[in-house]
């Protein structure tokens, strides 16, 4: 079993910057991702990483803008989002993929946090 809990969400403005963490327990050698969902939308694909962290990929929103990575040492995984925009503004979830394949779907991933809210003010 798996367990993921985000942190590190807050209120910013516009231009700043945020790191959202994602603490892994139990098995910790999936690949990982990083959604977000806005109220009323569908959740979306923002990043994922693979399971070493030689491998990475970005939504073209946020690319150039976020970075993903990853401490196995640590079982966390990170995202740096920097000129942060009102648009970014979501609650963002870390997610745990046990096979290959697709990575920018909900449903290719196979365990869930529970969510960390992401404000941006203009």
């Known amino acids: 079993q798996v367990q993921l809990v985000e942190s590190g969400g807050g209120l910013v403005q516009a231009g700043g910057s945020l790191r959202l963490s994602c603490a892994v327990s139990g098995r910790t050698t999936y690949a990982m991702g990083w959604f977000r969902q806005a109220p009323g939308k569908e959740r979306e694909f923002v990043a994922h990483?693979?399971?070493?962290?030689?491998?990475?990929y970005y939504a073209d929103s946020v690319k150039g803008r976020f970075t993903i990575s990853r401490d196995n040492a640590k079982n966390t995984v990170y995202l740096q989002m920097n000129s942060l925009k009102p648009e970014d503004t979501a609650l963002y979830y870390c997610?745990?993929?046990?096979?290959?394949?697709?990575?920018?779907?909900?449903?290719?991933?196979?365990?869930w946090g529970q969510g960390t809210q992401v404000t941006v003010s203009s």
């Open positions: 990483i693979n399971w070493s962290g030689s491998s990475t």
């Open positions: 997610a745990a993929k046990r096979l290959g394949g697709v990575v920018v779907t909900p449903n290719a991933y196979d365990y």
